[in-house]
């Protein structure tokens, strides 16, 4: 069902912590400029768990507006099932187009309850799921084996892979083939995902830096492998920005060099400062200096192909 490029967008805020829809529609109009195949709306990056239900309503049709229809979904990670289950309603009355659903961030479920809380969200927003599975941020891991005890329900379409081990991937394709849609979750194991046979990317960085996000993709979508490499090597250092405690101030705080925007956030957050400002500050300049010339994705060898094999 999604085969695609998702950014998982950042939640913009006024000066008294208001959402500022003016500057959310203009950074969400960069990602669907860059070529971005839908938006994911107020998952970690997003800072969902820091929104109301009214607000995260507000930042789906915010998106919406600006996808010109492509798909928008809607992250549910409430710590408990029924406030869950409540938010994946309102979400398709809304009209999204699926959820991306977290297990509860609060309680560390067990194997049981994990699925059990899985399959009431999907049965109350009756919307296609895409499972978030992160056992690192959130300490639940939503196994292979539990991803099969879910297959029997066609709501879930697609699993975010974010394990941190790449084995992961070629687990799930070996276990159920293309029953589920199997996006990448991780920025710096993104390349590597798309290699073993991931076959979309929820990326992070991209918010920052969308046309070489879009680009590696796009490459490896291509089959131009080589040169999706040497992209994702400058890369590297900024998507390490990802893999961190502090994901939310690294990636705003790259916004803020790359598409003049804030790095406002909401508490308990505070925007980074000090050491770590400038060592995240220097990471990202030192990345612009040398910020590659991008290939073009158009007239590809195997778009090529296509074409005189379409003819």
Known sequence: MWTEFFPEVTTKFTEDD???HAEMERCFALQMEAGCDGIIVCGSLGEGPMLSHD????????AQKVAGGKPVLLTV???????????????????????MVVPSPIYHTDPQETVAALRAVAEAGDLPVMIYSNRLAYRVDVTVDLMEELASDARFVAIKESSDDIRRSTEIINRFGDRYDLFTGVDNLAFEALSVGAIGWVAGLVTAFPRETVAIYQLMKQGRRAE?????RWFRPLLDLDVSTYLVHNIKLAEVLAIDTNDRVRMPRQPLSGERRKAVEKIVRDALAVRPKLP????SPRSAEKLAAAE
């Not at 406030?83 to 959820?99: D, K, V």
């Open 18 to 20: 208001r959402l500022d």
């Open 55 to 62: 607000e995260k309503i507000e930042v789906l049709k915010t």
């Open 77 to 99: 990670n409430e710590a408990g099932t029924r406030e869950a289950a409540s938010i994946a309603r309102r979400a398709a009355q809304a009209g999204a187009s699926g959820l």
């Open 228 to 232: 999706a490499l040497e992209i994702y």
């Open 296 to 299: 073009s994705l158009q007239n």
